[in-house]
């Protein structure tokens, strides 16, 4: 059998076909397909997991219906199980980062792996626990550590992306505009300093300097574009011909 190409992502005992919807959905957001739910307490197809789908529909068409939970993971090599609580059971306990991080790795080894989310109202139960080979575990609010099912599949997948992509944690959206250069720069600059200085705005004479030392240093400062200081040039005309008409 082959392996996989992503996670599967296994439901188990869901109790509302919404809930199951909203994760498909979550899991779709992040290109994740391989769903598998155990023992849907309304039963499947669910018309109420359809709606709530809304466009990742593809995700519940292709979702594997087990009776049990061995038989949602009988063909993985390696199981994660979610959980909140603290369990009496001997575990490696990854935070949704790292475990996304190893499931990365696994799965460009060929190894199948799943990741379990249990039942909405009380989560897994040991015996789920049991079957699975580490735990994922979120730092929450200690006075309110309940994530709701769609919540705890979004997590794990947004941190799936991030292990499978190189996600750029900061970017400048330009708008189809570039950075100004350092010429247009001194072009904006000295433009202020000749109108300024008309003005009288460089006063008294022997702090003229200082003061349009500071100003060089705000524009440096500031991360202009190219339209950014057409705009500002053109503030600056408009405010000289409205004070000539005064």
């Given at each position: 059998?082959?392996?996989?190409?992503?996670?599967?992502?296994?439901?188990?005992?869901?109790?509302?076909?919404?809930?199951?919807?909203?994760?498909?959905?979550?899991?779709?957001?992040?290109?994740?397909?391989?769903?598998?739910?155990?023992?849907?307490?309304?039963?499947?197809?669910?018309?109420?997991?359809?709606?709530?789908?809304?466009?990742?529909?593809?995700?519940?068409?292709?979702?594997?219906?087990?009776?049990?939970?061995?038989?949602?993971?009988?063909?993985?090599?390696?199981?994660?199980?979610?959980?909140?609580?603290?369990?009496?059971?001997?575990?490696?306990?990854?935070?949704?980062?790292?475990?996304?991080?190893?499931?990365?790795?696994?799965?460009?080894?060929?190894?199948?792996?799943?990741?379990?989310?249990?039942?909405?109202?009380?989560?897994?139960?040991?015996?789920?626990?049991?079957?699975?080979?580490?735990i994922i575990t979120v730092d929450l609010n200690p006075e309110f550590s309940s994530l709701n099912l769609a919540q705890c599949v979004l997590l794990v997948a947004y941190e799936w992306r991030r292990a499978m992509h190189d996600v750029v944690a900061i970017r400048e959206q330009m708008a189809g505009t570039q950075p100004a250069t350092a010429l247009e720069i001194d072009?904006?600059?000295?433009?202020?300093?000749?109108?300024?200085?008309?003005?009288?705005?460089?006063?008294?004479?022997?702090?003229?300097?200082?003061?349009?030392?500071?100003?060089?240093?705000?524009?440096?400062?500031?991360?202009?574009?190219?339209?950014?200081?057409?705009?500002?040039?053109?503030?600056?005309?408009?405010?000289?011909?409205?004070?000539?008409?005064?």
């Amino acid at each position: 059998m082959q392996g996989f190409t992503e996670p599967a992502f296994v439901l188990v005992r869901p109790q509302m076909g919404e809930n199951v919807g909203s994760a498909a959905r979550a899991m779709w957001n992040f290109g994740l397909s391989r769903m598998r739910l155990v023992d849907p307490r309304d039963g499947w197809p669910n018309p109420r997991a359809v709606a709530m789908a809304s466009g990742a529909g593809r995700v519940l068409d292709a979702a594997q219906v087990s009776p049990d939970l061995l038989g949602a993971v009988e063909d993985c090599h390696y199981v994660y199980a979610t959980t909140a609580r603290p369990r009496d059971l001997t575990k490696t306990v990854f935070s949704p980062e790292e475990a996304a991080r190893d499931m990365a790795r696994r799965v460009g080894q060929g190894e199948r792996v799943a990741c379990l989310f249990g039942p909405e109202r009380a989560g897994l139960e040991n015996e789920d626990v049991a079957r699975a080979n580490a735990i994922i575990t979120v730092d929450l609010n200690p006075e309110f550590s309940s994530l709701n099912l769609a919540q705890c599949v979004l997590l794990v997948a947004y941190e799936w992306r991030r292990a499978m992509h190189d996600v750029v944690a900061i970017r400048e959206q330009m708008a189809g505009t570039q950075p100004a250069t350092a010429l247009e720069i001194d072009h904006l600059a000295r433009h202020y300093e000749e109108r300024l200085t008309e003005a009288g705005f460089f006063f008294p004479d022997h702090k003229a300097d200082s003061m349009k030392l500071s100003l060089r240093n705000l524009w440096s400062r500031m991360p202009l574009t190219g339209q950014d200081v057409q705009t500002l040039h053109g503030v600056l005309r408009q405010m000289v011909r409205w004070a000539s008409r005064s």
